[in-house]
């Protein structure tokens, strides 16, 4: 029964961002990167599979955590001005099967969205004359990870503070997240002080450089699939950590 909740909350949640033509922004975002990535491909020199999938899928990237930052960050605000959270929980539902619906909802379209973005690369790379590789799947995978790993963040935030706010610290947390690592190898003989800080940054908060693995994937260099998997691992821990998170918080959240 609790799972049942949790589901009909998820696909009410999936129907109603279906409906705000969410997906027809999708496709046409989806034709912008296919067109940029055709007009990159005439003023770069070199292999043109490796530069529709250099610039494919750092678009890919940055648009997904867009999206993400877009759908998380508007987590609960339209429940609570239409009072329809109110609704819901004055049922008899629990919070956390509301807070875990939404986010399953969220997650489930924002994977969606993924695919159909990545589908216009991955035509324009075989269009183009590239060749199938292991590590372009695991590449879109770790997309779909970094960017739930982002909409997770932001709905967090948003349970705590404004719109603004959630957004200015995702954005940062994204950013140190991909820099920490060279940061760290930089900074490592340098302060003492500081390299504890980005250690215990390094162990505590999101490490989004661990899940970008294109650059192995443009010089078709192999990765270990044991590797591979610990990287998913982590996303996916990381993940249900911060759902946890979530849920706790919005148990114990003052609606009024």
Do not use: C
């Not at 390094?202 to 192995?216: A, S, T």
């Not at 982590?234 to 918080?249: H, Q």
Request: proline share 2%; aromatic share 14%; net charge positive.
């Amino acid at each position: 029964m609790y799972l049942n909740k949790i589901a009909i909350i998820a696909y009410y949640t999936f129907r109603e961002i279906i409906k705000s033509r969410v997906l027809l922004n999708t496709l046409i975002l989806g034709l912008v990167l296919l067109f940029t990535t055709y007009v990159a491909l005439s003023f770069t020199y070199g292999s043109p599979e490796r530069v529709t999938l250099d610039f494919g899928m750092g678009m890919l990237s940055l648009s997904s955590v867009g999206i993400a930052i877009f759908m998380g960050v508007g987590l609960l605000s339209k429940e609570i001005e239409s009072r329809t959270a109110y609704m819901i929980i004055s049922r008899p539902v629990k919070r956390s099967a509301f807070i875990l619906g939404k986010l399953l909802g969220l997650g489930s379209i924002l994977t969606l969205n993924i695919f159909i973005l990545s589908s216009f690369t991955l035509f324009l790379y075989f269009f183009v004359g590239g060749e199938f590789q292991p590590l372009i799947l695991w590449t879109i995978l770790f997309t779909i990870l970094e960017s739930l790993l982002v909409l997770f963040i932001v709905a967090l935030f948003s349970l705590l503070a404004g719109q603004a706010i959630s957004v200015i610290m995702t954005i940062g947390l994204y950013v140190s997240g991909h820099a920490i690592h060279s940061a760290k190898e930089a900074l490592a003989d340098k302060s003492i002080v500081l390299n504890t800080l980005l250690e215990a940054y390094h162990y505590i908060l999101p490490g989004f450089y661990k899940l970008n693995i294109k650059d192995f994937l443009l010089y078709q260099k192999e990765l270990p699939y044991m590797y591979l998997l610990n990287i998913f691992t982590y996303g996916v821990i990381y993940s249900v950590a911060l759902i946890l998170l979530s849920v706790i918080i919005f148990e114990r959240k003052n609606l009024d």
